[in-house]
């Protein structure tokens, strides 16, 4: 049952704004009583921190199944961007907007989380860019780490309309890319541009 909560609520939050949705909306949506939904959550900041830390956990999971297929650099930076893209397209605002706005406890403790994560994932991002030859070897791993990071999550933070989130994300990484790039990887930016218009 807490599960099924976690799902509808992800479903509201993204879909209505985190502070439009009650707690009777989700009791309401999933036809149970509201005792029974405060039996799971004693109450909705602890809904929020919950279904942020699931939603949280299954973009790693996608992100990591992206990985592991092996693409290109350039080609794994889109592939992931896509991804984004497809999981909030029914977001009415943007959901890291909101959380910041009006959950900022939890939006802080997201991000340190976050932090650690897509470090992570970009610094092998780049350590793999560099081998296949798409990124000059001469660059600062931390610092393109901390630029990119910087620009996508002031995307996020301070874009208040989701529809206008796509472009953004897609400006900033071919910023991010053309800044690091070789020739060959400048040729393989335009290739994934061709076939990623938004």
Not at 54 to 70: K, L
Not at 98 to 127: A, D, G, R
Request: contains cysteine.
């Amino acid at each position: 049952m807490k599960e099924k909560i976690i799902e509808k609520a992800s479903e509201l939050f993204l879909k209505l704004g985190f502070k439009s949705v009650t707690m009777d909306d989700i009791a309401n949506d999933l036809g149970i009583s509201k005792k029974t939904l405060y039996k799971y959550f004693s109450n909705k900041v602890s809904l929020v921190e919950d279904t942020i830390t699931t939603m949280h956990d299954s973009c790693f999971m996608v992100i990591n199944m992206i990985i592991n297929q092996n693409f290109n650099a350039i080609k794994e930076n889109f592939e992931v961007k896509k991804m984004f893209k497809e999981m909030f397209q029914n977001a009415s605002s943007s959901p890291i907007y909101q959380l910041k706005k009006y959950y900022p406890k939890i939006h802080q403790k997201t991000m340190q989380k976050e932090i650690v994560m897509f470090s992570e994932c970009l610094k092998n991002n780049l350590t793999k860019g560099i081998e296949e030859g798409f990124y000059r070897s001469d660059i600062n791993i931390e610092s393109a780490t901390q630029f990119y990071f910087t620009l996508v999550f002031s995307v996020h933070e301070n874009t208040v309309e989701n529809h206008k989130i796509p472009k953004l994300e897609q400006e900033a990484l071919v910023y991010h890319t053309r800044a690091i790039a070789t020739e060959k990887g400048l040729k393989e930016l335009e290739n994934q541009l061709k076939n990623n218009q938004l």
